[in-house]
Every structure is written in structure tokens, then in C-alpha cells.
């Protein structure tokens, strides 16, 4: 499954992410989905097709990959501003990940679906500050640490 990667630039968190995205600058009433939040960027995707077959948004808030939203549609149309732009419509729904670092870059990125990061079992652990989610996923312990929560959490 492909997807799409994007800085969340200026976001320090998933739930900072979802009330910008309530803004009604962020919002575009779509024909077949109501109002729903949607992402501008300078160029259409040409693998638009795929993206649009079950693809998602991922974003990365920290320099961390941490949440994903399914792409529900991709239009030309118009800035807030005025300006011609790409709107990438998202489903309302933020999916958390299990976090990946990512480097800063300009713009949206492909991702792979065998590079995606996979969905997060334990949606509590992404409640973790960002700076030390970002040094467990460096130091090679996230997945240790995720684990060990959702067996502590299966016990309980």
C-alpha cells in the first residue's frame, strides 16, 4: 500500500495536529464526505491512483513518524490565500503509529507500504513526551518498550 510522508511543521503533538485541523482554514467540504481536514501542497501526486486505493497521510511531528490518516480524496483547487494548490483530503480519524524518526525535507515524500511504520496496539504509550519516545525509537527500544506496556497492559 502506498502512502505519503509530510512534516507537521510547526505541531508538537498528535492532539496539537487534531485541532488544527479543526480550524476552518484546515477543513474542506467535500461532496461525498462532508467537511473534512485537508492538507495543501504545491504538486499533485502522480501516483494519485494508488494513494487513493487505501493509501494514508503519514506525519512526522518531532522528527518522529507518529500518526497516519487515511487520504480520501486528492483535488486541484485553491488556497485559503487564493493561490492554485493540491488538497489532500484526510479522513477526520488520527491513527497512531508506532514511532519512526524521519529527517527533516521540503514537501510530501512517497512511502512504501513495506517501509510504513505499523499502526500503534497500544494507543497509551503514544501518550510518552515526544523527545523520549524519539530516544527509545534511537537507542532501539521502542518496540521493546511497546511490547512491554501492551503485555502489562493484557495482564492487568
Known amino acids: ?48 491512483d494508488e494513494l487513493l486505493n487505501g493509501g494514508s497521510l503519514y ?23 487564493g493561490r492554485e494548490s493540491t488538497l489532500i483530503c484526510v479522513s477526520p480519524e488520527l491513527i497512531r503509529t508506532n514511532p519512526m524518526t524521519m529527517r ?11 517501509d510504513c511504520p505499523p499502526d500503534s496496539a497500544f494507543q497509551s504509550c503514544s501518550e510518552l513526551p515526544g523527545s523520549l ?3 527509545l525509537v534511537m537507542l532501539g527500544l521502542a518496540s521493546l518498550f511497546f511490547c512491554l506496556v501492551s503485555l502489562n497492559t493484557a495482564i492487568l
Not at 506525519?59 to 490565500?81: A, M, Y
Not at 527533516?104 to 513495506?114: E, M, N, V
Open 1 to 48: 500500500m502506498l502512502g505519503l510522508i509530510k512534516l507537521a511543521v510547526g505541531v508538537s503533538s498528535p492532539e496539537e495536529l487534531i485541532q488544527r485541523q479543526k480550524m476552518s482554514e484546515n477543513l474542506y467540504t467535500h461532496p461525498d464526505y462532508g467537511p473534512v481536514p485537508v492538507v495543501y501542497t504545491r504538486f499533485f501526486p502522480k501516483r494519485a
Open 59 to 81: 506525519r512526522v511531528i518531532g522528527g518522529l513518524i507518529v500518526c497516519r490518516q487515511t487520504i480520501l480524496d486528492i483535488k486541484s483547487g485553491t488556497r485559503p490565500d
Open 104 to 114: 527533516p525535507f521540503q514537501g510530501w515524500r512517497y512511502l512504501d507500504g513495506k
Open 133 to 135: 519516545q524519539k530516544k
